[in-house]
């Protein structure tokens, strides 16, 4: 675990960054007069599934999606 006051820290983030991604340091607390404040640490990788696509094939489209407009319109503005 690395500390690093709040001065070094705003100079030297990107070097910081650098050294959590890269796996040199697990931790890095920014302290502020001396006590710490902030701690810097990695970002867990999220591996999301596919999402495009998902619904594919359960749903069926009507031809023509616009043929309700006004009456949704009027479910809308009260006149149904």
Same mark, same amino acid.
Do not use: C, W, Y
């Given at each position: 675990?690395?500390?690093?006051?709040?001065?070094?820290?705003?100079?030297?983030?990107?070097?910081?960054?650098? @050294?959590?991604?890269?796996?040199?340091?697990?931790?890095? $607390?920014?302290?502020? #007069?001396?006590?710490? /404040? =902030?701690?810097?640490?990695?970002?867990?990788?999220?591996?999301?599934?596919?999402?495009?696509?998902? @619904?594919?094939?359960?749903?069926?489209?009507?031809?023509? $999606?616009?043929?309700? #407009?006004?009456?949704? /319109? =009027?479910?809308?503005?009260?006149?149904?």
């Amino acid at each position: 675990m690395h500390t690093v006051n709040m001065l070094e820290a705003k100079s030297t983030l990107s070097k910081l960054v650098e @050294a959590i991604q890269s796996g040199n340091e697990e931790v890095v $607390i920014i302290a502020r #007069n001396g006590r710490p /404040a =902030a701690k810097l640490v990695p970002i867990d990788d999220v591996v999301s599934g596919q999402r495009i696509g998902i @619904a594919k094939g359960r749903f069926v489209s009507p031809e023509n $999606i616009d043929g309700s #407009n006004a009456e949704i /319109a =009027a479910l809308f503005i009260g006149q149904a």
